[in-house]
């Protein structure tokens, strides 16, 4: 349907064919908050995403650029970049500048876009504009980049544009990303596996708790230096370069070394590095029930120890525990809102859905959103 909407509405404002890019959001099963410690994650690209109808428009540096959904024009020079942090326009502004910075050289170009994924929903709405854009300007002006580059300019569109100093998975995972495969990363190196998504009977559900709580960016970035401080310590103690080398025996002998809040966001990252090779194991073998009791894990160390839950994350979680229809369930990405991520038995997933969504109403009187989801190949030209 956006795709549709997204040329036509190329066609009347600019009476020409344009190309047609497709930019998916990401979930995640396990590994959370991993990446920026050189852990492995386990993402996916799904069936929501951002659609670009775009073309060269022959000006030297004119870029026009439309987002349906907001019925918003922007029009700017890629030579005189002025962000503004909360504004779409940033993005598009973002891309060109990282584009420049690295030596690419592009010209103007006429883009209009729109998608089904939900803002603010912890599906990584805004790493699919920044990864879509730059695989859209990668073709049209033959750049020639790699893909795993995109990923990593993405990223650092995120950080200078949006003052969020996140980690690499959801660029990745968006840009990466296979129909019906999920990606082991890791982080260390950007080395990384394909894997099929085989979940029998059961699907991906996520529940949207409509919330996203205003402390998001900011304590992620807290998160950040938190986990570098601890491993600042333990750097002097065990003599690692990076928390994935730190082993649980070392971290728990050690404890009184750390600050108390440091020593739980520590504690719940080496466990997560390690619940993220059992869990890719269990999924090879296909032993989804074990893989759901981790999920339980890292959200209650999440939730815990990392800090970074919610009230209304908590709850959804909770709803799930003694539901035998639910093969797994947490929450999902930075965290203080946004969806949570649930196995659900296919056949029971329309009743989980309405259960869930009664049970959130009685509970906080908003209404929970839910997406029955499938796993998408990454950006990609139509
Ligand atoms: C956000 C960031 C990612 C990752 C997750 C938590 O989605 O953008 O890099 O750190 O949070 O796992």
Request: glycine share 10%; charged share 25%; with cysteine.
């Amino acid at each position: 349907m956006q795709k549709k909407e997204v040329i036509q509405h190329f066609h009347k404002k600019y009476n020409t064919e344009p190309y047609v890019f497709v930019a998916p959001g990401r979930i995640n099963i396990i590994g959370e908050h991993t990446d920026y410690n050189d852990g492995y994650v386990l993402p996916a690209a799904i069936d929501k995403a951002i659609y670009f109808a775009i073309k060269t428009n022959g000006t030297p540096s004119t870029v026009n650029a439309t987002a349906v959904d907001l019925t918003e024009d922007f029009t700017f020079d890629i030579n005189q970049i002025a962000p503004k942090i909360g504004f779409w326009g940033t993005y598009i502004m973002g891309v060109c500048s990282q584009l420049q910075k690295n030596g690419y050289k592009i010209n103007g170009f006429d883009v209009v876009f729109s998608g089904d994924i939900p803002l603010g929903a912890g599906l990584s709405s805004s790493a699919a504009l920044e990864c879509g854009l730059l695989t859209a300007l990668n073709d049209i002006f033959s750049l020639g980049i790699e893909k795993v580059k995109i990923a990593l300019m993405g990223q650092q569109v995120e950080h200078t544009y949006a003052g969020v100093n996140c980690g690499i998975m959801d660029q990745f995972a968006s840009v990466m990303g296979e129909e019906n495969a999920v990606i082991r990363l890791d982080c260390w190196d950007m080395s990384y596996q394909l894997f099929p998504f085989e979940l029998g009977e059961n699907i991906v559900v996520l529940c949207d708790s409509a919330v996203k709580h205003e402390l998001a960016s900011s304590e992620y970035n807290t998160r950040r230096k938190e986990c570098e401080e601890g491993l600042a310590i333990c750097n002097k103690l065990f003599g690692v370069k990076s928390l994935r080398d730190v082993t649980m025996a070392q971290l728990e002998a050690h404890k009184g070394d750390f600050p108390d809040i440091v020593y739980k966001r520590l504690h719940y990252v080496v466990g997560e590095v390690l619940r993220v090779e059992t869990a890719c194991q269990k999924m090879k073998e296909k032993d989804l029930a074990t893989v759901g009791q981790m999920m339980y894990a890292t959200h209650d160390g999440l939730s815990r120890e990392y800090g970074v839950s919610c009230e209304e994350l908590d709850f959804l979680v909770d709803q799930t525990r003694n539901d035998s229809g639910v093969i797994g369930a947490r929450m999902m990405g930075g965290g203080f809102g946004g969806c949570t991520i649930n196995i659900v038995k296919g056949s029971y997933a329309d009743a989980f859905i309405e259960k869930m969504s009664a049970a959130y109403k009685k509970r906080f009187s908003v209404d929970m959103k839910a997406y029955k989801t499938t796993v998408k190949k990454g950006c990609h030209k139509e």
